[in-house]
């Protein structure tokens, strides 16, 4: 371990808190477009992040394909250096306090606290989160623009999600498909249909499904991934 001064430690614990936030905010926003919802999604990365906490139900979300379990470990790789990194820095701040002059140990203070106060500020300024939340959007939409019926999971019961399918290409699957066969051949009931500005609720073996429907499903994820993707 290299020795540093106290101003010097103090920067780069503030940097490694500022980068920490970033992580969080980036990861959210790749597993968001992905599908997860944003709630569930940063309470995961931050529990993947400071190592604690990643053992919950909800935790499968993270790990449903083989994608978001590649995203998944990358994090896991960044939560050990960030780690190690922030132990490093926080042992070099006690070593370093002995000869450090009363003048660096302000600015490092000062650098601090404005770092802080910067952090809570944007975590609770609704302007800027709401343009974060509509560049994450615009993203979502072009990458669904190049998939085939895109699924967002709403949360976990067991092995089985409550998710919303798109239906953006209708394929043999799921031509003719109404919620007969839907209970009888794949074990997934179908909740809600929003059809334009339809919202149809009470759900019967006369309802099918069309293009452009938004459905709102539950069953167990691979099925539905495998049934409306056609995989």
């Known amino acids: 371990m290299i020795n540093i001064n106290l101003l010097a430690a103090l920067v780069v614990f503030n940097i490694l808190i500022l980068l920490y936030q970033i992580m969080i905010e980036v990861f959210s926003a790749i597993f968001r477009v992905d599908g997860v919802q944003i709630d569930k999604a940063r309470f995961q990365i931050i529990s993947i992040l400071t190592g604690t906490g990643f053992t919950t139900n909800e935790s499968e979300i993270m790990l ?74 615009r993203i979502g939409k072009r990458k669904k623009k190049r998939k085939i019926n895109p699924i967002s999971i709403y949360d976990y019961y067991g092995n089985k999600v409550i998710a919303e399918v798109r239906i953006i290409k209708m394929h043999d699957k799921i031509t003719d498909l109404n919620i ?37 499903v539950f069953g167990n994820y691979k099925v539905i991934r495998n049934l409306f993707s056609n995989t």
């Open 64 to 137: 449903a394909t083989r994608k978001r379990r590649k995203i998944t470990q990358i994090m896991i790789l960044f939560s050990y250096i960030f780690n190690i990194s922030i132990v490093s820095t926080i042992v070099n701040l006690f070593i370093s306090t002995s000869n450090t002059s009363l003048t660096e140990l302000i600015i490092g203070v000062v650098l601090t606290v404005i770092n802080i106060t910067l952090l809570i500020g944007l975590n609770k300024s609704t302007k800027i989160r709401r343009i974060f939340d509509n560049l994450v959007l």
């Open 180 to 216: 007969v066969k839907l209970k009888k051949d794949y074990n997934i009931q179908l909740l809600v249909v929003k059809r334009g500005s339809l919202i149809i609720s009470d759900i019967d073996e006369t309802i099918k499904i069309q293009d452009n429907d938004v459905l709102l």
